[in-house]
């Protein structure tokens, strides 16, 4: 009886500063090598399944390890020679060390692990790759920091907010790149200070830009921990005599204590409030704060593939929920009778009202609201769509809508995921609402040299119900 009760102290198997030799077994979810000592895990950059490695051990935890590869004693076949050694080390793109068919294989394995993990039985398809997998990102969203006194841009080492400085970075937009580059260099030629974490002083926090694929509008917002941004309107200024794509800057406050990177707040300092893209034959509005795919080539594949799954006919209701600008509302309203979108963010909802208008699409409507509160109120009031899109943050479904897509038992639910872990979770309760999955799981590699995928998943009506 005491035994049960007994708790063991287990030791871990290595020291820091030891030195050992392993295989590597795996990857993370942040991209890092496994390796294991008598099953005890060490995580550690820049190291593929299959090669054999010597490691010094850096930090060791209660239940694992970090370590450095001091030597690569057998190198894998996946391995890409000469890789950005930068994007690898800051997690910018900590795939980019792998062949390109090999993230593929690695993103599809990834999702059949999770599924297994819930005891979800299920076929994941083959992940539909890209043909150019890098630049392809149409926004940046670049951190700010003073070193030596100089104002730099790019990207924090791995699990700190130290500032590692970049210019290329590898899988955005060369031209969002060199909106960053040139507003970096704007910035330091008028003196103006970074803020600092640490001391809460300074005064840019960010600088994000985006870039339509399709259209060549180019936006860029300055985001400040101040109310003021000094000199904005010469700022404004050289930046549209230097950038001929610029349609749009925008002056973003965000002066909370948090990892958010824009505030609510936005003035217009030059240009438009908003730039365009085209996607699927259609024109969108899009604002600052507003959601868009970051991957604009594959983005269209994704949207197709889960009209096509969802087999719409045109006497068919469908709900979109999760709209955002109404991007997937918008591309299938045409194959449909009526299609409500519903999204939290005032600024989405009211692009998404543009958008509608802009097209011409008469048979769309828009909600702004919490979309498992306002999906439970549609169930009540007896909305009994045919089909559900749902395309939720990382954080996945909550119950409440679960059990309204069950209270309104569409012939089709269709998930578009872009965290395979939160999907696998939801999938559980779904399945137990009822519904069952049709067909294999589908990823798409939106975000190619991350850990990142995004996937589609086909949950069809109960027979019963
Ligand atoms: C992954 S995006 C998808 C947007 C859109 N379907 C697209 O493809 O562009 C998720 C969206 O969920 C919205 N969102 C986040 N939390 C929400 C909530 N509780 N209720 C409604 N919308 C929410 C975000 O504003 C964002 O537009």
Not at 47 to 69: D, H, Q, W
Not at 153 to 168: A, C, K, Q, W
Not at 319 to 348: P, R
Not at 386 to 403: A, C, H, M, S, Y
Request: aromatic share 8%.
């Amino acid at each position: 009886m005491a035994k049960a009760n007994r708790v063991y102290k287990t030791k871990a198997p290595v020291v820091k500063n030891q030195e050992i030799e392993a295989t590597v077994i795996d990857i993370t979810y942040q991209g890092m090598g496994v390796v294991k000592v008598d099953n005890f895990p060490i995580f550690v950059v820049d190291a593929i399944p299959g090669e054999i490695v010597r490691v010094s051990v850096t930090k060791v935890l209660k239940s694992y390890a970090f370590g450095r590869v001091t030597r690569r004693i057998q190198e894998s076949e996946n391995r890409v020679q000469n890789a950005n050694k930068i994007a690898i080390t800051t997690g910018i793109a900590p795939l980019a060390n792998l062949k390109y068919e090999a993230q593929l294989a690695f993103k599809q394995h990834q999702i059949e692990e999770l599924f297994k993990k819930v005891n979800v039985d299920v076929d994941v398809a083959p992940t539909i790759g890209m043909e150019n997998p890098t630049g392809y990102r149409n926004k940046a969203q670049v951190p700010v920091q003073m070193i030596n006194g100089k104002l730099e841009t790019g990207f924090y080492r791995r699990g700190s907010h130290r500032l590692v400085p970049i210019e290329d970075f590898y899988i955005q937009d060369p031209k969002v790149d060199e909106a960053v580059r040139i507003t970096r260099d704007i910035l330091r030629e008028l003196g103006i200070s970074a803020y600092e974490e640490e001391t809460k002083k300074g005064v840019i926090r960010h600088i994000m830009a985006r870039r339509g694929y399709y259209s060549h509008e180019l936006m860029v917002v300055i985001i400040t921990n101040t109310k003021k941004l000094p000199n904005s309107d010469l700022i404004a200024e050289k930046l549209s005599a230097k950038l001929p794509e610029l349609k749009s800057v925008i002056h973003n406050i965000n002066n909370h204590d948090t990892n958010v990177i824009m505030g609510q707040w936005n003035e217009t300092i030059w240009g438009e409030d908003d730039i365009h893209d085209q996607l699927m034959g259609k024109d969108f509005v899009i604002g600052p704060n507003s959601f868009y795919q970051v991957n604009p080539q594959t983005t269209s594949t994704l949207y197709a593939l889960a009209a096509e799954k969802a087999n719409l006919k045109p006497t068919d209701v469908v709900v979109d929920a999760y709209s955002g600008i109404g991007t997937i509302t918008l591309s299938v309203a045409d194959k449909v009778k009526k299609i409500y979108g519903v999204d939290v963010v005032e600024g989405a909802i009211e692009d998404a009202e543009k958008n509608a208008k802009n097209n011409q699409i008469t048979n769309a409507e828009f909600v702004l609201a919490d979309a498992p509160e306002q999906m439970a109120k549609w169930a009540d009031e007896g909305l009994k769509p045919n089909v559900v899109f749902v395309d939720p943050p990382r954080k996945g479904l909550t119950q409440e809508l679960i059990d309204a897509v069950k209270a309104m038992n569409p012939e089709k639910f269709v998930y578009i995921s872009c965290n395979p872990a939160t999907l696998a979770r939801d999938a559980v309760q779904i399945l137990a609402a009822g519904f069952g999955i049709e067909g294999a799981v589908q990823p798409l590699d939106q975000f190619p040299q991350t850990t990142h995928v995004e996937s589609i998943t086909v949950f069809k009506k109960a027979e019963n119900q």
